[in-house]
């Protein structure tokens, strides 16, 4: 079974940046490399909504419209880690940000959260304006 564990939310003005970390630990199917990874978030009444992730194997990456030039997702494998990026952060990005993982979604549902068995317990972004 799979852990993931998400860090390095907080509270920022508009316009500052903030790095997130989400650790996977535990017994894997396989290797971490061929993982998709992916970030999510969630606001107060709102869909959990896909903010960008790793194809499986790690290859493509894919980012919702909203955040595309401002948040980088990346991933280091050997320490099985995936980081998101966020810079020019505005109040709208204000959510609490999931990391999840799946070693069998297909490319097409990615962007779907039934699709992932493997959840974060989240940590929260708070952006004043």
């Known amino acids: 079974q799979m852990q993931l564990v998400e860090s390095g939310g907080g509270l920022v003005l508009a316009g500052d940046s903030l790095r997130l970390s989400c650790v996977a630990s535990g017994n894997f199917d396989r290797a971490f490399r061929s993982y998709a990874v992916v970030w999510f978030r969630q606001a107060p009444g709102q869909e959990r909504e896909f903010v960008a992730g790793f194809a499986r194997s790690g290859g493509s990456t894919y980012y919702a419209d909203s955040v595309k030039g401002r948040f980088t997702i990346s991933r280091d494998n050997a320490k099985n880690t995936v980081y998101l990026q966020m810079n020019s952060l505005k109040p709208e990005d204000t959510a609490v940000y999931y990391c999840?993982?799946?070693?069998?979604?297909?490319?097409?549902?990615?962007?779907?959260?039934?699709?992932?068995?493997?959840w974060g317990q989240g940590t929260q972004v708070t952006v004043s304006s």
């Open positions: 999840a993982a799946s070693s069998s979604v297909i490319m097409s549902a990615l962007t779907r959260a039934a699709s992932f068995a493997y």
